[in-house]
């Protein structure tokens, strides 16, 4: 029997996955037509960052787990030795990715019919969690919200999922932040008063100047200022918007949390 938590987001995965595989199929027709397509081949890498976070989630961090492994030998040829020689064709590779995410899919679907219990070494690890963070009492928060924030994403509700990837990503990094106490922000260069008060920017600034995090640059425009659009009218918020703020929120967890 399959926890209803569980499955809500065992369905919520398989609906991203799904979208995933059409990218990727329209992806793959387009570069059969054309391989050096620029537009294309941009196109491809957004995608295969994508496909990465994706199985970097499913595989619970572990570059061990038969779905990660998948995902790496992907973009590899080898000789008839068995020999790495060079990398694949674009539309090869991307054919080689939507087999393993379609793996994933039948993994998962069995997961959620009940044929593949939890324990099995062949399931995909539960969702991500958020031990890293040092507040007990926020763990279930933010796993709830990240769940919210990748159901958001895969409805095409973009705005919902920038603010919450954007609400997560500063609730991680001021927990970080009080972590190490208030000498660290000042030495890095953090302005008087609580942490608590200071812009998300600041928090930001600060926890890279620290050494906590890596860049955010590419986090977008709309995202740095997403506490001002909490409550704006007539929002718009792209897609692309909406999965670079995922992907900066992404890159940050695992800063913080190394061992992952």
């Known amino acids: 029997m399959v926890d209803e938590s569980l499955r809500a987001q065992i369905e919520i995965y398989l609906r991203h996955l799904d ?33 990465g976070v994706t199985i970097n989630q499913l595989s619970g961090g ?13 973009f590899l040829v080898r000789s008839t030795a068995g020999r790495v020689v060079e990398g694949a064709a674009p539309a090869e590779i991307v054919s080689r990715l939507m087999g393993v995410l379609e793996q994933a899919v039948t993994t998962l679907s069995r997961m959620r019919d009940g044929e593949i219990v939890s324990t099995s ?18 763990r279930p928060v933010l796993e709830q919200a990240y769940s919210d924030s990748q159901g958001a994403l895969v409805e095409g509700r973009f705005d919902v999922a920038l603010l919450t990837s954007c ?4 609730a991680i990094v001021t927990d970080a932040l009080q972590h190490n106490g208030l000498n660290a922000p000042a ?43 909490t409550d704006a009218d007539n929002m718009t918020v792209s897609e692309r918007d909406a999965r670079q703020a995922g992907q900066v929120l992404h890159v940050v967890m695992r800063d913080l949390d190394p061992g992952r």
């Open 19 to 51: 979208g995933l595989i059409q990218r990727g199929r329209e992806l793959h027709d387009t570069l059969a037509a054309d391989p050096a397509a620029g537009p294309a081949l941009a196109a491809t890498r957004a995608w295969q960052q994508d496909c």
């Open 62 to 74: 572990s570059k061990a787990h038969w779905l990660a492994r998948s995902f790496s030998e992907a």
């Open 121 to 138: 070494p062949e399931a995909a690890p539960p969702p991500r969690r958020f031990e890293f963070v040092h507040n007990a009492e926020l």
């Open 167 to 170: 609400g997560i990503l500063e």
């Open 187 to 229: 030495a890095a260069g953090g302005p008087a008063g609580n942490i608590v008060d200071w812009p998300f920017e600041e928090r930001l600034a600060v926890a890279e100047k620290a050494g906590l995090i890596h860049s955010c640059a590419r986090l977008p425009p709309v995202a740095r200022r997403y506490r001002d659009l």
